[in-house]
């Protein structure tokens, strides 16, 4: 009948009722989301980190086809690196985004022009070369540059621009950690072995979320801590052609790369 509502209008109006109310809570929750983050504030983070890396090579050259094996030679090592240490993170609000500064001052001010820790190196290498089958004797080759030691080196935070500083939108980042984990001793007569490990710390990239990042350290920081892990294992095969006697030379390894880095907000 003309002026009453029959069921299907009833239906329809309980609808937009419904979503009207869902639209409003949705605009008041994100209102006091925007709220609880005082303007200007900065996230602020005490971020520990700790890495290390092992490799274990080989190489063999088979030497002269004539005389055959004459200068055959076999080289085997092993390269242990270990980092650990404590450094700042700031996130902070900009017109469109945040920026971020992995390494900062104790006052959260500025970002410090380089990162140094305490690296710890452990290389082992064997060294023989035959030349019996020409007359001469199988030698091993004493490497005494192959030792044990602490010396402080670079660490960093590499944030998809190959360094740790950045900008965010909100779009998602990658960040991984770095440090100098080939110690660099020049003419010490050691080889760590490392040179067809390429670029391996690439590949362990985690993805992180500044945004999340900083509103979980504006609002909540005692229970703002995210932690991440980036890990990698490195085989390595080749054959290649030794051009100076004539042989092939055939180069095997096995790296393992592990980091940890845990970013805690700070409370006070």
Known sequence: MPGRWDGRSLAVMRRAVTLLAVLVIAAAVSAATQAAAPKGAAGKFVV??????????????TGRADPPGCDSSRESGTLSSRVAGTTRLLVAP?????????GVDAAYRRPLPQLTAP????MQMQETIDQSSCGGSLQS???P??????????????AGGGSGAGFSRGRPHTVHFSWKYEPGWDGTG????LAVVGSALDDTAQP???RKLYRCAVTKPKACTVTLHGSKSVPVHAVSADTVVGGTITDDAQAQIDWTVTVAAVTR
């Open 48 to 61: 520990r980190y700790q890495a290390s890396l092992t490799n274990t090579w080989s190489s063999i050259d």
């Open 94 to 102: 900009e017109e469109g985004g945040l920026t971020f500064f992995w």
């Open 119 to 122: 690296i710890t190196f452990s």
């Open 141 to 143: 080759i004493p490497n």
């Open 145 to 158: 540059g192959c030792v044990a030691a602490t010396r402080t080196g670079s660490v960093g935070f590499d």
């Open 190 to 193: 050691c080889d760590d072995g």
């Open 208 to 210: 992180i979320d500044y």
